[in-house]
């Protein structure tokens, strides 16, 4: 759920200390931050982690969805790096496609696999759900280890 506040709004609740701004403002799960003097930007879970690349913050949604504060002050322990969320993904410098999966917060479930064949690409949608990372993209972080993907071995039937 997307909040959008005026900026006279955001100057009020900035007034009152980081704290109660995001008391007031009701910090959710999802939400990305980056404190307004740095480039970091932080994903708050149950705990915060870090996104590292501009591809991940993508991957989480966008720019758009980056909240700048003055302060940041995070709710939590942090977590380091963060994972990148479920999807189908090709680093740049590599022609494999890794379908990350799994239940979790955000779509931070604990399954990869790299997929077998391009009939198998194609049964998962094609290439045009595969989103390419940086060369030194971790996707393994906070998966289990890395299997050959088992399903979709057939392309889908052609429609009628």
Same mark, same amino acid.
């Given at each position: 759920?997307?909040?959008?506040?005026?900026?006279?709004? &955001?100057?009020?609740?900035?007034?009152?200390?980081?704290?109660?701004?995001?008391?007031?403002?009701?910090?959710?799960?999802?939400?990305?931050?980056?404190?307004?003097?740095?480039?970091?930007?932080?994903?708050?879970?149950?705990?915060?982690?870090?996104?590292? *690349?501009?591809?991940?913050?993508?991957?989480?949604? +966008?720019?758009?969805?980056?909240?700048?504060?003055? *302060?940041? !002050?995070?709710?939590?322990?942090?977590?380091?790096?963060? #994972?990148?969320? !479920? +999807?189908?993904?090709?680093? *740049? !410098?590599?022609?494999?496609?890794?379908?990350?999966? +799994?239940?979790?917060?955000?779509? &931070?479930?604990?399954?990869?696999?790299?997929?077998?064949? %391009?009939?198998?690409?194609?049964?998962? #949608? +094609?290439?045009?759900?595969?989103?390419?990372?940086?060369? #030194?993209?971790? &996707? !393994?972080?906070?998966?289990?280890?890395? *299997? %050959?993907?088992?399903?979709? &071995?057939?392309?889908? %039937?052609? %429609?009628?």
């Amino acid at each position: 759920m997307k909040q959008l506040f005026s900026i006279g709004a &955001l100057a009020a609740l900035a007034a009152v200390g980081p704290a109660a701004a995001a008391a007031q403002i009701g910090v959710q799960v999802g939400q990305m931050f980056r404190q307004a003097d740095r480039q970091e930007v932080m994903l708050q879970l149950a705990g915060h982690c870090h996104v590292t *690349t501009s591809a991940q913050v993508d991957a989480f949604g +966008g720019w758009s969805r980056v909240i700048v504060v003055p *302060t940041l !002050n995070m709710r939590g322990h942090y977590l380091g790096s963060c #994972g990148w969320p !479920n +999807g189908f993904y090709r680093r *740049t !410098n590599e022609q494999a496609v890794y379908r990350l999966s +799994g239940q979790g917060v955000m779509g &931070l479930g604990s399954s990869i696999c790299h997929v077998v064949s %391009p009939a198998q690409l194609e049964g998962y #949608g +094609g290439w045009g759900v595969v989103k390419v990372v940086e060369a #030194g993209a971790d &996707l !393994n972080l906070g998966r289990v280890v890395m *299997t %050959p993907c088992r399903d979709h &071995l057939r392309p889908r %039937p052609a %429609p009628r």
